[in-house]
């Protein structure tokens, strides 16, 4: 125990010099942390080590994403309730509403678990289902981190447990880090998860593709030292590096029927990247490496900065014939880009604090075209309103919750399908939204395993079960004072006047 103690103090130590040096609330933080080394006194991971050390580890990652204090703190303190000796009581008086609030909203999204259909529409309401149990950005955030520390300390988890474990974050964290714009954190949880979703596979690819590796490195350090030569003569300032494709893209890639399994059509196993000042530089880079290196034509240049991706990446990607005629990938973007590349939203969090801390002008904020490409994902659009009120008000806390989606609800099938749903909606809003044929065999209706009527209102959460009938029964004409949703409505309307009701 005294050694433990020392352990998770040296640590704790460690973050609080970074944590000095950065404009957090130094002192709430080391008040979260003692709390949370008590709540969690005396108890240990599946791993062995202090329980507590989990809860450091998800403080530092949000802290390195430069998220706020109050984010920082419910990190640390996300688990104290659900696991530890705490009271939600005890962190409302402790530490404000609003970090009560993040916790909750932890817990709750921590009970989403996937279920039943591996249907990808299903897949995508529990994501979206996600988001709007989660409320606040932060949470999501808050998940996320937590998540990605759960992942590196897999190995500790019973061995029945680790594949759904890492099933889910392959389905549902995974794909969430990206829409946010997350590119490392999806990364890095694709690469975790891999090995225990799919072994074998993850076995060869590591062993196929070592040779690629190896040689390509080679080239691309060649290559590298000649372009910082050539960058640095024209005066620009930049920055040079061979960046690795991770195991589980370089998989998907190597499965698809173009490439089937042919390494040397790969060219970005290992791509060189460019990190400049501006968006010209960037242009101006890509002139200097096509006099290096000719574009190879038809597959060379893409240019995501003139047309972003949907979840807003930007870069200009080339292909060029390299050394020894070997196909290399150069991406080329701002350091700005590059941040927003490896951490999205996170990034855009910690700037709209920054602008109030620092006085960062509308007018710089308005600069940044990022978010624009948002409004091409229709789900993630309240993220483009989101960035709306950033520039009408200062008033960040609320411009991140998810307006868009707090119109919806989310309710589970008995089989773990989810159905997405307008608030108000009710079991026969279900019963239509399942299939239209449905309807007309209701005999009652189940909620969380209790008989309910059915005009009740659903909440996000609910597991609806239908009890049928034998006998198909034309809807009765009531039902159309408490249905919500069109579909329900007009598929009524449409049994009434075959009946002649
Ligand atoms: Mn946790």
């Not at 125990?1 to 130590?13: F, H, P, Q, S, T």
């Not at 070592?210 to 372009?227: F, I």
């Not at 350091?335 to 620092?358: R, V």
């Amino acid at each position: 125990m005294r050694g433990d103690n020392e352990l998770i103090k040296g640590e704790y130590v460690k973050f609080r010099l970074q944590l000095m040096q950065n404009g957090v609330d130094v002192v709430m933080i080391n008040k979260a942390w003692d709390f949370a080394v008590l709540a969690h006194h005396g108890q240990r991971r599946k791993t062995g080590e202090p329980f507590v050390m989990h809860a450091l580890e998800v403080g530092k990652k949000l802290f390195e994403w430069n998220l706020d204090t109050q984010t920082i703190v419910a990190g640390i303190l996300h688990d104290t309730v659900e696991d530890g000796g705490a009271l939600r009581q005890d962190l409302a008086e402790g530490f404000g509403d609003p970090v009560a609030v993040l916790v909750d909203g932890v817990t709750k999204i921590s009970n989403i678990k996937l279920r039943g259909s591996k249907n990808e529409e299903f897949i995508e309401n529990l994501r979206k289902m996600f988001l709007a149990m989660a409320k606040d950005l932060r949470v999501v955030l808050v998940k996320l981190a937590d998540r990605l520390h759960n992942m590196k300390t897999l190995h500790g988890v019973e061995e029945g447990k680790r594949k759904r474990i890492a099933e889910e974050t392959l389905e549902i964290y995974a794909p969430l880090a990206e829409r946010l714009g997350m590119g490392q954190v999806k990364a890095e949880l694709d690469d975790l998860a891999f090995p225990y979703v799919y072994p074998e596979e993850h076995e060869k690819v590591v062993s196929l593709s070592k040779p690629y590796y190896k040689n390509t490195e080679k080239d691309v350090d060649t290559m590298k030292r000649k372009l910082l030569k050539v960058l640095a003569a024209s005066g620009l300032k930049s920055k040079v590096s061979g960046r690795k494709k991770h195991l589980y893209s370089l998989w998907k890639k190597l499965e698809r029927p173009d490439i089937a399994w042919d390494f040397e059509r790969i060219h970005d196993i290992i791509a060189l990247r460019v990190l400049v000042e501006t968006a010209q530089d960037c242009y101006k880079v890509l002139g200097i490496i096509h006099g290096l290196y000719k574009p190879v034509p038809y597959i060379g240049i893409s240019d995501f900065i003139a047309q972003p991706k949907p979840n807003g990446y930007r870069s200009i990607h080339t292909k060029v014939f390299g050394v020894g005629a070997r196909i290399i990938e150069i991406q080329i973007r701002t350091w700005t880009m590059h941040e927003q590349a490896e951490n999205g939203i996170a990034a855009h969090w910690a700037y709209a604090g920054m602008k109030l801390k620092k006085g960062i002008t509308n007018d710089l904020l308005d600069k940044r075209p990022f978010d624009k490409s948002f409004t091409k994902l229709s789900w993630v659009k309240q993220l483009a309103d989101w960035q709306k009120e950033i520039k009408d008000s200062s008033e960040y806390m609320e411009a991140v919750r998810f307006d868009a989606l707090s119109s919806r609800i989310f309710v589970f099938s008995p089989m773990g399908d989810v159905y997405d749903l307008p608030i108000g909606a009710t079991p026969i809003d279900f019963a239509y939204s399942v299939h239209t044929n449905l309807s007309g065999f209701v005999k009652s209706v189940k909620v969380n395993g209790k008989i309910a009527s059915l005009n009740q209102q659903l909440s996000s959460g609910d597991v609806i079960e239908i009890i049928k009938n034998k006998n198909y029964k034309s809807p009765p004409r009531d039902w159309l004072d408490f249905v919500k949703t069109t579909q329900a409505k007009r598929e009524i309307e449409k049994s009434l006047r075959k009946v002649g009701a």
